[in-house]
């Protein structure tokens, strides 16, 4: 993480321990981490997480394991389960062994639910503290969208604990904010290592419907970065070093806002940053900027 202040480097597992599960799909286990959230989610708000996940990480979701289950979770559906099921349909194009689960703290919503249920895709009542089972069951994604920005920090810290014993090995926890659209959104990667999760990076995303400013990623930062766009905070150092990128890919306005993107971000890499100029990512609207850097360790 940029700021040291508030980094999650080391999160280890012996933090939490929550559930003492039965069988594969029964549970005892102490009551939900979290709170309820609007729910208000519009249909494929988060069809370029999915698509980024697929592009950084489809490995991950092919994965077979010999002992456990390989599960994609949707940490906080929302009122209607079109983010799972929607996931549920792109996943299952690489892997349609891949259990997808959508997890909600509200026990109405899981019901509501529970008619889009079917084969490899499951809703169940839960919170951070995941209902999964520890015996059957390995996430190799977590997805945590729109839930964790209305938290306190620590709180923000308490929730990626845990989530983390659920992962598997190299798996992946993605959380960050979109516009009520998806157009636009910010999320921290997370990567567990050993027993501890540990910041890959901060990825920003447009689908270039509106006109590209970096400062519109301001906007949708994660709680961890809100308060961070301020001299003397890296964070803020990294957007003005964006801005100032942007201001010189000007020129190219006439060949529309992708080229933009993509000149500002081959600058900020020209200028020692250490983001990921591959076109593979920066066409599709997709800066990564790599924390596990010693510049913003």
């Not at 980094?7 to 009551?31: A, L």
């Not at 689908?207 to 308060?227: A, D, G, W």
Request: aromatic share 14%; with cysteine.
């Amino acid at each position: 993480m940029i700021n040291n202040d508030t980094s999650i480097e080391n999160i280890c597992t012996s933090q939490v321990n929550y559930y003492n599960m039965v069988d594969k799909r029964h549970y005892q286990f102490t009551r939900p981490q979290g709170h309820e959230t609007r729910g208000k989610t519009a249909r494929n708000r988060l069809r370029r997480v999915d698509n980024f996940v697929l592009m950084y990480t489809k490995s991950l979701l092919q994965k077979r394991f010999s002992k456990y289950r390989n599960v994609f979770v949707d940490v906080g559906y929302g009122e209607y389960p079109f983010t799972t099921i929607e996931s549920a349909q792109r996943f299952h194009g690489v892997n349609k062994d891949l259990y997808i689960v959508g997890v909600e703290i509200d026990k109405e919503r899981v019901l509501k639910a529970s008619s889009f249920q079917k084969e490899h895709v499951d809703f169940r009542h839960g919170g951070f503290n995941l209902p999964l089972c520890e015996q059957s069951e390995r996430a190799s994604v977590i997805r945590a969208f729109n839930v964790l920005r209305q938290y306190e920090k620590k709180q923000v810290t308490k929730a990626y604990s845990a989530m983390l014993p659920y992962l598997t090995e190299g798996g992946i926890l993605i959380e960050g904010t979109s516009d009520p659209l998806g157009r636009i959104w910010v999320a921290n990667l997370f990567r567990k290592h050993h027993v501890c999760l540990q910041q890959e990076a901060v990825v920003f995303s447009t689908n270039f419907r509106c006109e590209f400013h970096p400062q519109n990623f301001q906007t949708v930062l994660p709680k961890n970065y809100i308060e961070c766009v301020v001299a003397g905070e890296k964070m803020h150092d990294f957007f003005c070093g964006w801005k100032e990128a942007y201001r010189q890919s000007l020129y190219l306005r006439n060949w529309g806002e992708r080229q933009i993107f993509q000149k500002s971000i081959a600058l900020l890499a020209e200028s020692g940053y250490p983001v990921n100029s591959c076109k593979k990512y920066t066409s599709r609207g997709y800066l990564i900027l790599y924390v596990n850097d010693e510049k913003y360790v």
